[in-house]
């Protein structure tokens, strides 16, 4: 009996080991922030059959949020369902139905799988946000930040679940941009990786594995380019400096930071776009 009680918890404990060295198969996601990433991320999740909750502070932004997803669906059920009009309007209603949006993110993650965070770029608030869901979030949730610049691992120390904590760095416009970033701190578990990586799969994406450094790999490519673009527009295009990190602040890029001048999403930045 004795050994057989042995053989038999040794058994159930390598079968407890098994299950949880397996990837989470997510269904549930609650994507948090309504803006244009997380609209896009709330879109292709559930495009892809899986059952989003979409939050924000308030139901007016998550009315404008849910309009542009429907806008954004029909030109995707246009070009899908070229001739199949009704087809095109059964692809809306179904992706429709797996999407419903909160204002309360505490009361919607009780189910969850993952948690997608999309909010504004400042540490001190994500913190805050992940602080508090991570007293009600079940255990097996993973937290994801969509964050461009900041540290995963700075975002995941607000929390006591640093092991099921990653990157999910999307980019715009979600739904037509195949690449996101998958971010692996030191801390994330191996499990978690594999399962952001599938659930990235999954979307239709082309995951790619990053280091949790700033800027990750596109941006880190992407910023040098772009500040010497500014420094060779600031010095006539003619003079070289180059004693100038490529990393140094560009007094011409922060004047139109605080002139509230972004780009296309402000309608004006180094151009005027109608």
Known sequence: MAFATRHFVRSASSASATAAAKKLIVKHVAVIGGGLMGAGI???AAVTGHTV????????????SKKGIEDSLKRVAKKMFTDKPE????????????????TDPVAVIHSTDLVIEAIVENLQVKNDLFKTLDKFAPEHTIFASNTSS???????NSTTRQDRFGGLH?????????????????????????????????????????KD???FVVNRLLVPYLMEAVRLYERGWHSLEPNNP??????????????????????EGFYKYK
Not at 90 to 102: D, W
Not at 171 to 181: A, C, S, T
Not at 250 to 264: A, H
Request: aromatic residues 6%; positive net charge; contains cysteine.
């Open 246 to 267: 490529l990393f140094a602040p560009s007094p011409l890029l922060n004047k139109l930071v605080e002139e509230k001048k972004m780009g296309k999403k402000t309608g």
């Open 87 to 102: 087809a095109g309007a059964q692809f809306i209603e179904k992706t429709l139905k797996n999407l419903t949006v909160s």
């Open 42 to 44: 709330a879109q292709v």
């Open 53 to 64: 909750v979409l939050v924000d502070q308030t139901d007016e932004i998550l009315k404008n």
């Open 170 to 210: 999307f980019f715009n416009p979600v739904p037509m941009m195949k690449l996101v970033e998958v971010v692996k701190t030191p801390m994330t578990s191996q499990k978690t990786f594999e399962s952001l990586v599938e659930f990235t799969k999954a979307l239709g994406k082309n995951p790619v594995s990053c």
């Open 150 to 156: 900041l540290q995963i691992t700075d975002i995941a």
């Open 213 to 215: 450094t700033p800027g």
